[in-house]
């Protein structure tokens, strides 16, 4: 047992939540370790995210219907006020704007990812040709964060550290 080597510092001990056996070397006993300390680690971030994964694949499974992915059938089900939690890749690449129409008073909201962020039809409107203005222009995620609580929703970060998230 890894707690009663010599090699393993003293100063540790206290820090131990459990001890588990596990049956792997590497990734797959790390993991393994891991659902079997579940109890112990349930405030654990990791833990946290498989349990959310977890569900989300049954209701998946289950065709509940409960389930929407994708940036824009997300979001048309926030706007809806039909989300109760979303899971929000931590990393998404896909920019907010607010686009401004000056010679019609009108405002458009686009999610772009990289490449669409280069097409010109988001910035110039067809019918007449002028450049449309960009009102605000922020991350997904961050303008998420700021506005969620307004939606009545509970957010749950996934990464693309664990297994399970990516």
């Known amino acids: 047992m890894l707690q009663q080597s010599d090699h393993f510092d003293a100063r540790l001990k206290p820090l131990i939540l459990c001890t588990v056996d596990v049956s792997y070397g590497g990734d797959q006993g790390f993991s393994q370790a891991i659902t079997l ?96 203005e960009v009102v605000s222009c922020e991350s997904l995620a961050d303008w998420i964060c700021l506005n969620y609580r307004s939606y009545g929703i509970n957010i749950e970060f996934i990464t693309d550290k664990s297994p399970d998230g990516f």
Request: a negative charge; zero cysteines; proline letters at 2%.
């Open 37 to 132: 300390a579940e109890d112990s680690l349930s405030n654990v971030k990791f833990v946290q995210e498989k349990k959310v994964i977890n569900k989300f694949f049954e209701n998946i499974s289950l065709d509940t219907g409960m389930i929407v992915f994708g940036v824009d059938d997300t979001m048309k089900a926030l706007e809806l006020g039909a989300l109760d939690t979303m899971m929000l890749f931590d990393n998404i690449e896909v920019m907010r704007y607010e686009i401004k129409n000056p010679v019609k008073n009108e405002t458009k909201v686009f999610l772009l990812n990289a490449t669409q962020e280069q097409d010109p039809k988001y910035f110039k409107d067809a019918e007449t040709g002028v450049d449309l």
